[in-house]
């Protein structure tokens, strides 16, 4: 039996055997896919021996995926732009294929679940750090009018900007710096809501905002919906839709073939809440 894992520090929470067993089940794939703990020192250590113990695959959570990024002996574009590794194919010969999928998880979460067009849009990124840096190429690709990065340090924010230029119109900075405008969709890339906090947000930001949306996952609203909701943006959505999507594309990677997504965020939405009651 193919063995894949989900390998982070820490890793008990994650929904990915969840949902990796119901793609299993819908595709007709006999795998086993487990969690993996790997001590903050051990990251390397620990994928080398789940390959050898006959791997075939992971999937790489907070806090490894730049490490994962250099441990890959091959990468693909987009996991080359995000600078940050989220799936490991193991390959013939040793080869280890590093790939990102969350940006176009999160891409295909917004177009097609949520039925929003990214094309021509005014989109606020909030937060710098590797969550942002996976999904700014995906988001730059569909086109959108303008991209812009806001981060407590500016400076992070405007180094993603020089990064991504030649891919479209990016713009980084500080909150601040973007008081007044109107943004068709908010993103938070954050870690606020890991510790039931929001970022600080300029409040006349979601003036004309149809849609925000949180890359965390919950059972309620992130305390950034919440505040959302309250500046009168009506269509909220948090990073459950996501978390499917990329997984699919991890599965598509591994077994080429790619699972129906809709049920399974269905599903996954049914679990959170049953955990949180």
Known sequence: MDIYAVIGNPVAHSKSPFIHTRFAQQTGRTMRYTTLLAPLD??????????????????????????????????????????????????????????????????????????????????????????????????????????????????KATALQQRFAHHGNIIGGHYQHFIGQHFDLVINATSASLHNECPPIPPDLFHGTALAYDLLYSSTLTPFLEFASTQGVVHLADGAGMLVEQAAESFLLWHGIRPETQLVISQLRDELRHHAS
């Open 42 to 155: 051990g990251f390397e250590q620990a994928v080398l021996n789940f390959r050898e113990t006959g791997g075939k695959g992971m999937n790489i959570t907070v806090p490894f995926k730049f490490e994962a990024y250099t441990l890959a002996t091959r990468l693909t574009d987009r996991a080359r732009a995000a600078r940050a590794v989220n799936t490991f194919r193991f390959e013939e010969n040793k080869e280890m294929l590093g790939d990102n999928t969350d940006g176009i998880g999160l891409v295909r979460d917004i177009e097609v679940n949520l039925n929003f067009s990214l094309k021509d849009k005014h989109i606020l990124l909030m937060g710098a750090g590797g969550a942002a840096s996976g999904i700014i190429l995906p988001l730059l690709q569909q086109q959108p009018s303008l991209l812009a990065v806001a981060n407590r340090t500016p400076d």
